[in-house]
Nanobody, 121 residues
């Protein structure tokens, strides 16, 4: 088992920045690729960003490319999502997930409970 706990969600104005954190515990964190997904009200959960465990290569949804940055700190068992130039359409619950990068939500092995990001216009 891997336990994932997200934090850092908040209300922010359009154009602002937030950094989300995902703290992992349990089975070895470094065994897994890590991902961020998000789910807006009335919409399906969607892939946002992922980072591979072997070489830390990163992948992003087109909608966040150039604005969001995913990173991991193996010593702290933590994954981060730095979000800049936030837009109202970024409003969603953001979830951390352990599983193959860019796999569908059904392909993730472990999930956190999510943290809410609200971007006001």
């Amino acid at each position: 088992q891997v336990q994932l706990v997200e934090s850092g969600g908040d209300v922010v104005q359009a154009g602002g920045s937030l950094r989300l954190s995902c703290a992992a515990s349990g089975r070895t964190f470094s065994n897994y690729d890590m991902n961020w997904f998000r789910q807006a009200p009335g919409k399906e959960r969607e892939f946002v960003a992922g980072i591979r465990r072997l070489d830390s290569s990163t992948y992003y949804a087109d909608s966040v490319k150039g604005r969001f940055t995913i990173s991991r700190d193996a010593a702290k068992n933590t994954v981060y999502l730095q979000m800049n130039s936030l837009k109202p359409e970024d409003t969603a619950v953001y979830y951390c997930a352990a599983g193959r990068v860019k796999a569908t939500p059904a392909g993730m092995s472990f999930w956190g409970k999510g943290t809410l990001v609200t971007v006001s216009s």
